[in-house]
């Protein structure tokens, strides 16, 4: 069957590369899907093409669609004749609906993130995400990457009938522990064999609440100075004023390295004690502690989206926003004998392959497609 994915845009972020990972993992399920992105092509329809997925950036510069791009969307679908339409984010469900009502075929939506901080998103945003809650009822189908991200829509308006509860899934062949490749990253960064080395993967935007890691970073710090925190994220380096000003007021300097957005995460997450996601909000089931899991690397994350099911008692579910509770949580972690820790990083791992691997999710999302269509012709 074929699907055509409406996405808001292909930048590098949590939603975006769950439909990298997802696409090509639903083709092996009979799913075979083509890809238009309103905005850009950006970092991530380039991968897409390298695993044979087709890619149509219509490159608005904002998101209100104009006659041309509209008709290159629709030409677009009509070109591949899929059998539904989905889209994935806010204003990509906007505009499947209105594709699919154009071209007669059913439409999901993909919604990839809990509300919280995102109440306070732009303008813009709030609008769509208000104009969702009053169309969802012409969608077939609204697929949440988490419980959390469906209680909250629904609590706001969007159609309960439609829901449905599908989270991340993740490669567990590509993000995997290798204790060479540990000490190689290591050595690489200048960071010592045996310092405790806790990283966070995640861009540099209000909800990831970088504030919060670093005052956290300086009070595990003043009890173990060994301790190194490496931040891997778009926006995440030297350059960046606010982060390097709080990292200087709280005398940082030797013990935080930024790298900026990586494409070897799975190489640096196999470098790590400990992973971190300190968001305020926003979150559905991020990929950053899922991948972390998969590399047998015990996770501090906050309580916000579904953070606690993923996590599970592989780790330490602390409150967001509070530094004091970040740091006990990533101390819990650094004070365990490295056997013991190493122990709990292996039930990580076992977790995610027992219950969120890639091709278990892409299966799941493959049937429930083929559902859809079957049952709105």
Not at 146 to 168: D, F, K, L, W
Not at 223 to 235: I, K, Q, S, W, Y
Request: aromatic share 4%; net charge positive; proline share 5%.
């Amino acid at each position: 069957m074929r699907a055509g994915f409406i996405s808001t845009g292909l930048d590098t972020g949590g939603a975006e590369m769950a439909l990298l990972r997802l696409l090509p993992s639903m083709r092996r399920h009979g799913i075979d899907s083509t890809v238009v992105s309103l905005r850009a092509p950006g970092t991530i329809g380039p991968k897409l093409q390298e695993e044979g997925i087709a890619v149509v950036a219509l490159g608005l510069p904002g998101l209100v669609a104009s006659a041309t791009a509209w008709a290159r969307l629709v030409a677009a679908l009509r070109a591949f004749a899929p059998a539904l339409v989905h889209g994935w984010m806010y204003h990509g469900n906007l505009a499947a609906l209105a594709a699919g009502w154009r071209l007669g075929l059913p439409v999901a939506w993909g919604i990839r993130q809990s509300l919280g901080l995102g109440t306070r998103d732009k303008w813009l945003t709030r609008r769509v995400i208000d104009t969702g809650a009053r169309l969802s009822r012409r969608a077939q189908l609204i697929v949440y990457n988490s419980a959390t991200a469906r209680a909250q829509h629904e609590s706001r308006g969007y159609a309960a009938a439609r829901g449905a509860v599908i989270p991340n899934g993740f490669d567990t062949a590509a993000f995997k522990p290798d204790q060479a490749l540990r000490s190689a990253v290591r050595a690489e960064l200048g960071i010592r064999q045996d310092a405790p080395l806790v990283i966070q993967v995640a861009r540099h935007h209000p909800g990831k609440d970088y504030p919060t890691l670093l005052r956290a970073a300086a009070r595990v710090v003043a009890m173990l100075p060994a301790t190194r925190f490496l931040l891997v994220g778009e926006g995440v380096n030297e350059s960046n004023a606010a982060l390097t000003a709080l990292v200087g007021e709280l005398n940082l300097g030797e013990q935080v390295l930024m790298l900026a957005r990586r494409d070897d995460v799975a190489r640096l997450l196999c470098a790590a004690d400990i992973a971190v996601l300190t968001s305020a909000g926003m979150e559905g089931f991020p990929n950053a502690l899922g991948e972390a899991m998969s590399c047998g690397v015990p996770c501090v994350g906050t309580r916000v989206g579904d953070v606690p099911q993923l996590i599970g008692n592989t780790g330490e579910v602390v409150a967001p926003s509070d530094p004091e509770a970040v740091a006990a949580g990533v101390m819990r972690l650094v004070s365990m004998a490295p056997g013991e820790r190493r122990a709990l990083g292996a039930q990580a791992r076992q977790r995610i392959i027992d219950n969120f691997s890639l091709d278990q999710i892409a299966r799941r999302y493959a049937d429930l497609l083929f559902e859809v269509a079957r049952t709105t012709r």
